[in-house]
Nanobody, 114 residues
């Protein structure tokens, strides 16, 4: 079992920055991928970025603005979000994938005002 706790969401003006954190605990030795998803009101949840041993990937709408990173010592994955736009407003979820299961965090609200 893996438990995920997110933090770092909030309200920011357009053009501002936020950094989300997702701290993992439990059986974290077999994690294959770590990712961030988001879900805006009335929309489906979408992948924002993920990181594996092979590198990182981003959805086109955040390329050049968001950076995903990890701290292995802390079992934490981060999402640095710069030049935020109102359309980035959503609940952001982290997701860890092992060979046997997928784990989700509880979500953290990000609101970008224009």
């Amino acid at each position: 079992q893996v438990q995920l706790v997110e933090s770092g969401g909030g309200l920011v003006q357009a053009g501002g920055s936020l950094r989300l954190s997702c701290a993992a605990s439990g059986s974290t030795s077999n994690i294959l991928a770590r990712g961030w998803y988001r879900q805006a009101p009335g929309k489906q949840r979408e992948l924002v970025a993920f990181i594996t041993s092979g590198g990182t990937n981003y959805v086109d709408s955040v390329k050049g603005r968001f950076t995903i990173s990890r701290d292995n010592a802390k079992d934490t994955v981060y999402l640095q979000m710069n030049r935020l736009k109102p359309e980035d407003t959503a609940v952001y979820y982290c997701r860890f994938t092992t060979s046997r299961a997928i784990y989700w965090g509880q979500g953290t609200q990000v609101t970008v005002s224009s």
